[in-house]
């Protein structure tokens, strides 16, 4: 009797019982931070709360630009674009940015109080309108 293929059979069978590894724990802010992209979101937003509008615009570009792994990040950014390019009378860049944050995150939207916004609310309608109703 031919004991290869019996142990080539056990062998296949043992290996399939072997639990895989854990999953990688998710990345913590730290790791975040060490991301350009990511830190560059991080500064923009920053910015952006302490209504430091044009450092806000140049790290939310930076971050774009950099490549933001997740695109509702993306999004983050292009609606934070967005809401600057709108208070400063870009309408085209304010139209362009909400659209660019609906591709990077198909389920983007603005939430009540910020899609009622006098002036950005409008330019949001425009370009979103089956979710401003």
Request: net charge positive; with cysteine; charged share 25%.
């Amino acid at each position: 009797m031919n004991r290869l293929p019996l142990a080539w059979m056990l062998a296949l069978a043992l290996g399939g019982c072997a639990a895989p590894p854990p999953p990688a724990p998710p990345p913590g802010l730290a790791d975040l931070m060490e991301r350009p992209a990511e830190r560059a979101l991080f500064e923009g937003i920053r910015a952006y709360d302490d209504g430091q509008y044009p450092q806000a615009e140049a790290a939310l570009r930076k971050a774009l630009a950099a490549g933001l792994r997740s695109g509702r990040d993306r999004a983050s950014a292009h609606k934070l674009l967005a809401f600057i390019t709108c208070t400063s009378e870009r309408l085209a860049e304010c139209e362009a940015a909400f659209r660019a944050a609906r591709a990077a995150d198909p389920a983007f939207a603005l939430n009540r109080s910020e899609a009622g916004h006098p002036l950005w609310g409008p330019v949001y309608r425009k370009v979103v309108p089956e979710v401003a109703r």
